[in-house]
């Protein structure tokens, strides 16, 4: 028996539909544009046509516009197809560099104007804590990168692999992510001034957000992608 | 079967045995000290940390402001004298001296079962024994090391620990410890 899919507001977005609509519907997926290499400005052309234009597949773009802005969107499997494996691949590793590139460093340039207003001892436990987190992330998404990503590119040259070597490893990230945005709202010193604080939490909670995001990717994207396409016997 | 460890804090001792005897007869119950005075209770319960619940005087209300050590254990009031509806809302329920076994048992039930509900206890105050456990958690020392170091036993550790995290709203150790240093429970040279 077939499972009934709810699929909600985002069932509204089409390959017709006007990138300048898409858009200002959910201005969340600007970073999705900007990890599959896709600039600005769009004129006014379509989802479809866009695609067409960057060789994107129209369906692979929707599909993750839609687990962008629900987390709990899940593409069935007869949506998956074997040649958006690659190009998951290589959209998640530009979300790997949008963090270690940006995010990470400007949430460490926040931390940097808070700390100003902390007493040395405070300074000094908050720079580690922070340094410690963003080695630990860096570490896992090179883990990520050099294990998962790396054979799933050798799988479709056609290399054997193992296909257990291609678990998404666990981690931690989502829970120390949280320890930052409490230590700024419990913990911090008064003379911070409040914007600094706001702005701080800020950066940190569209990191979380955005890391949840990339973990559905993977575990709701890339994980069937891998089992159907790298499990299918090749003719 | 589960022993629900209780303590009993009463002036009036036949008031006080009458209740261990009645719920320690029913097999449900552990009653773990039943003493007369909030004073006599606190070295005790510092003693028997594991105190799930405690039946307390009415009277004895004004007498438990203030005492971090009763935080988080839920207080049923034993009214046996007219008192203000006031005093008896610091209680998480009432029994009085006609209150029979059966509903000394169900208000038993009740309020424990309330209190495992999320967000039961508002304070996000950690308590002293909860301080306690986040210093020794900030330098580095297991769940059993603790329970050694401050005579209790390593599941009531591991309540205190949940207890931290709920209320800290931090799950790392080194988050804990950069909490602890912040709020100066502890200096960088203890670490």
Known sequence: MNKINYRGATSLLSPEMKIFELIDAHPVLLSVFSRLGITLPFGDISVEQMCRRGGHSPELFLILCRMHIDTSFRPRPSELREDMLLSVVGYLRATHRYYTEYMLPHAGEHLDEILEYCDELSRSMLTKFYSDYVRYIEQHLEEEEQTIFANVESAAAGSRINLASLEVPHSDIDDRTNDIASLIIKCLPEAAPTHLRCAMLSHIYALRDDLRRHYNVEVALLRPLIAQTLNTPKQ | ?191
Do not use: W
């Open chain 2, 1 to 191: 079967m589960r022993r629900y460890r209780t303590a009993i804090i009463e002036p009036a001792s036949v008031i006080g045995e009458g209740i261990a005897s009645m719920l320690s007869a029913s097999g449900e119950v552990e009653i773990l000290f039943c003493c007369r005075s909030v004073a006599e209770a606190k070295a005790y319960i510092r003693s028997h940390d594991e105190v799930e619940l405690l039946f307390v005087a009415a009277s004895l209300a004004p007498q438990l402001n203030g005492m971090p050590l009763f935080d988080n254990v839920p207080m049923i009031a034993i009214q046996s004298t007219l008192v203000e509806s006031e005093v008896l809302r610091r209680f998480a329920a009432v029994v009085t001296t006609f209150s029979t076994t059966e509903e000394l048992l169900r208000t038993l039930h009740e309020t424990l079962d309330r209190a495992a509900e999320p967000g039961y206890n508002e304070s996000h105050e950690l308590s002293e024994r909860e301080r306690d456990v986040l210093v020794l958690v900030a330098r580095g020392y297991t769940n059993k090391e603790i329970a050694s170091e401050l005579n209790i036993s390593p599941h009531t550790v591991i309540s205190h620990r949940k207890n931290i995290v709920h209320k800290t709203g931090i799950r790392s150790v080194a988050g804990l410890t950069v909490y602890a240093v912040l709020n100066k429970l502890i200096t960088n040279e203890q670490l």
